[in-house]
């Protein structure tokens, strides 16, 4: 492994996990951790969960899984630069969107709006929840037990009360303190990645076009570099060359900027990180140029009326069959029906955020199709 700054993550400083355990041969904790979320069974249900499209518009779009792990390519790298623990960052990065709903942000809300009255539902939290809980794969515990680092990592937000029930992993928000570099760079790793991917996507898709990415000045001026240099580059190779140059414009501005303020912030060690403001982060330019691209991006192709339609079908199923359930329990999988005794409304949540997008539609169909034979 690279050389560890004095202020990343070590093995030898993290606060370990819940439940005690060998340490590991041959892997770090880290790895270790990294190895328990690529064999969760939410970790393979990522692969039919909508990132912005529904898995069945088409075999290339990016799903949740394809994303994760670009963002975990994407936060290796960077973290690799910065002497950050690169394990740490790969476990984060692909644990990140374990707890999303099947399809994506209209899936989130709606179960949001369900919940509403019990406590609400967050995918953060969830995230947190698969890897502290749901997961049965293990004989000695419930969920992966993991690294303190790691579940810190992927609880990116909390309100003061959800933070209050959460132990030591909420203390940082009751305290104001920050997350480690490690944690800090999981989060811009998500975002170089699904801005790029949905540009990607978007273009691939035929929702936008290179004619309107042409306002948008850090698509315009990488396509310009690119066109320069190939003048006779056309199509999706085009528009791959320029999307590759922006991660890496980027992924470097992110690296180069978080070594300033790293350096100015004069750290000693680990300690400091937690006291200090946020250190990873964009150069002004750079982020004004990507709060662009994410307007434009909001307005052009998450509203686009395509994208709004399939939203409205997903929040659809998603009220549908938590009123089903909701109203009768019995209609749940024995399973869910004995936790629902225990746990409420929760379980039903726990058990619709689990299911994939196919997964979904089908249960909509099973509960409320008439049948035709
Ligand atoms: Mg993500």
Avoid: W
Wanted: charge should be neutral; proline fraction near 2%; aromatic fraction near 10%.
């Amino acid at each position: 492994m690279h050389e560890l700054a004095p202020y990343a993550v070590s093995e030898d400083v993290s606060r370990g996990r819940a439940i005690n355990e060998a340490p590991p041969s041959g892997r770090s904790e880290f790895q270790r951790d990294r190895d328990r979320i690529i064999h969760s069974k939410a970790f393979r249900r990522l692969e039919y969960k909508t990132q912005v499209f529904v898995n069945h518009e088409g075999d290339l779009f990016r799903t949740r899984l394809t994303h994760s792990l670009e963002v975990a390519q994407i936060g290796r790298s960077v973290a690799r630069n910065l002497g950050l623990n690169e394990d740490l960052v790969e476990a984060i990065t692909l644990a990140h969107d374990l707890g999303h709903t099947p399809f994506g942000h209209a899936g989130q809300d709606a179960l949001h709006k369900c919940m509403k009255n019990f406590g609400g539902f967050e995918h953060n939290l969830q995230s947190l929840r698969v890897v502290d809980v749901l997961e049965e794969r293990y004989a000695a515990f419930d969920g992966l037990n993991l690294c303190f680092e790691t579940r810190e990592g992927i609880l990116k937000h909390a309100s003061k009360k959800n933070a209050g029930l959460l132990g030591e992993v909420g203390e940082r928000f009751i305290m104001n303190r920050r997350p480690s570099l490690e944690a800090q760079l999981a989060n811009f790793a998500d975002e170089i990645a699904y801005n790029n991917h949905d540009v990607d996507d978007g273009l691939r898709s035929g929702l936008i076009s290179l004619e309107q990415l042409q306002d948008v000045t850090i698509f315009s001026r990488h396509l310009d570099q690119v066109q320069t240099s190939y003048p006779d580059l056309k199509n999706r190779r085009l528009v791959y060359e320029t999307v590759r140059c922006m991660i890496n414009t980027l992924a470097t501005d992110l690296t180069v900027q978080s070594q300033k303020n790293i350096a100015e912030a004069k750290l000693t060690g680990l300690a400091d990180v937690y006291l200090a403001p946020p250190l990873i982060g964009f150069s002004d330019s750079i982020k004004k140029e990507q709060h662009q691209l994410k307007k434009f991006l909001y307005d052009h192709l998450y509203m686009h009326s395509r994208v709004v339609r399939m939203s409205s079908k997903a929040s659809h199923i998603i009220k549908r069959l938590f009123d089903a359930f909701s109203v009768n329990a019995r209609l749940l999988p024995e399973k869910y029906q004995y936790k629902f005794k225990y746990e409420g409304y929760q379980a039903i949540a726990d058990y619709i955020a689990g299911m994939t997008d196919r997964y979904a539609i089908r249960e909509y169909q099973r509960l409320f199709a008439i049948s035709q034979d």
